[in-house]
């Protein structure tokens, strides 16, 4: 199955992100791709946190989704549709951050909730997502069909998940083919972190990663790391864009991934499990 994912450098004007989003997609699928990937936040990174609450969308209505949609449709692709806010009734204050994907008949496969919100305080820079986002509570995980009929379990995560094996274990039942994280890293805790848990993720979990991510100078003052990857399960760099707009491409081969679990089983050698007994006090 061939892949893309979109890195972007997203600005604070949804409509501007949008035509920049259908030019990479269009790309990306004359390139041969048949499932994309869209980063985090790709529609909207705004001056204020604040903003993502004014363009929230309810699930299944809005112009983003219906962008997505038709994207997916028109070019008979996996849409990965990165990140955007979804509105709830319960509490307008907190959107969930959630990455809706849509398949080439432009119906919506799967909803992922961005469920370990992001905050960082280095003295200069400082996020707290939960100030606007409400976490979700769910694992998602969807099957993908190649164009010669192969079906594709894959798994889908956002940005800080990244940090959080035991959601991508969770994701492993059954196994994925493929892991999907779309993200806006920072830019310090992406140069000292960012492909070292990619491969990692894509390693334990003996997995392609496919991580498309904002990379650049924002127009809100923000930098973003980019380095947007694909990862293959034995943890090589497929293929990685360092900085701007542009894509990563490359392809899910099933060879390998039965070839890399069959050579070294470490999936069928995992003994603990959420049920583990409490540790043992060492004497
Ligand atoms: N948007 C995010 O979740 C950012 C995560 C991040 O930068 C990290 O270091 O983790």
Redesign the pocket.
């Given at each position: 199955m061939r892949l893309a994912a979109i890195q972007m450098v997203s600005t604070p004007d949804v409509d501007r992100n949008l035509e920049q989003a259908a030019t990479l997609v269009a790309r990306a699928a004359a390139g041969g791709a048949e499932l994309v990937a869209l980063p985090?936040?790709f529609c909207l990174m705004g001056r204020q946190d604040g903003d993502k609450l004014a363009v929230a969308e309810a699930p299944g209505h809005g112009p983003i989704q219906q962008a997505l949609s038709d994207w997916a449709r028109r070019h008979g692709i996996w849409l990965v549709g990165g990140t955007l806010p979804l509105a709830r009734e319960a509490d307008p204050l907190h959107a969930t951050?959630s990455c809706l994907v849509f398949g080439p008949e432009g119906r919506q496969a799967s909803r992922y909730d961005?469920i370990?919100?992001?905050r960082?305080d280095d003295g200069e820079r400082r996020?707290d997502?939960s100030q606007t986002l409400c976490p979700g509570r769910q694992p998602a995980a969807f099957e993908a069909r190649a164009r010669d009929g192969t079906a594709h379990r894959v798994g889908l995560s956002?940005?800080?998940?990244?940090?959080f094996p035991e959601l991508f274990r969770a994701l492993m039942q059954p196994p994925c083919d493929l892991l999907v994280v779309p993200?806006?890293?920072?830019r310090?805790?992406?140069e000292?972190?960012?492909e070292l848990?990619l491969r990692a993720r894509a390693v334990e979990n003996q997995c392609y990663v496919l991580a498309p991510a904002q990379g650049g100078r924002h127009e809100n003052g923000r930098s973003?790391?980019g380095h947007s990857l694909l990862v293959d399960p034995w943890g090589r760099v497929l293929d990685c864009r360092p900085d701007g707009e542009g894509l990563v491409t490359g392809t899910l081969d099933p060879a390998v991934l039965r070839q890399v679990r069959q050579q070294l089983p470490a999936l069928e050698h995992r003994v603990l499990g959420p049920g583990l007994p409490a540790t043992a006090a060492g004497d």
């Open positions: 985090e936040y951050n961005k370990h919100l992001f960082y996020y997502e956002v940005c800080y998940d990244l940090r993200a806006a890293f920072t310090p805790t992406g000292a972190h960012w848990l973003t790391w």
